[in-house]
């Protein structure tokens, strides 16, 4: 089971943590955070092997930094300088691919997903 929170409404510039609580020992899984504006597909933006390698979409690296706190069992997503278009419902996503599978993918990639937690950054 995986909960999100954090999600707010922010002016632009600001930041944000996100976090995610899982009922799981979270070093066993893939994990990763999507986010999805109304109308589009769910977009993954990173993910955190069981090996604790990171790795990022190409839209977001830079400004975003995935971690995780193995003895809380939770993830977290930083994110800095917020921009209008990062407004979305942001998921946390698992899945018990294996270390060296684990790459930012598709919603259809991960089997477990928690309710979203949602995003608005005002101008």
């Known amino acids: 089971q995986l909960k999100e929170s954090g999600g707010e409404t922010v002016q632009a510039g600001g930041s944000l943590r996100l976090s995610c609580a899982a009922s799981?020992?979270?070093?066993?899984?893939?994990m990763a955070w999507f986010r999805q504006v109304l109308g589009q597909e769910r977009e993954g933006i990173a993910v955190?092997?069981?090996?604790?390698?990171?790795r990022y979409a190409s839209t977001v690296k830079g400004r975003f930094t995935i971690s995780q706190d193995n003895a809380k069992n939770t993830l977290y997503l930083q994110i800095n300088t917020l921009k209008p278009e990062d407004t979305a419902r942001y998921y946390c996503?698992?899945?018990?691919?294996?270390?060296?599978?684990?790459?930012?993918?598709?919603?259809?990639?991960?089997?477990?997903w928690g309710q979203g937690t949602q995003v608005t950054v005002s101008s």
């Open positions: 799981d020992t979270l070093s066993k899984y893939c």
């Open positions: 996503a698992a899945d018990e691919t294996t270390a060296d599978d684990c790459y930012v993918g598709t919603y259809g990639d991960f089997g477990y």
């Open positions: 955190v092997g069981s090996d604790g390698v990171r």
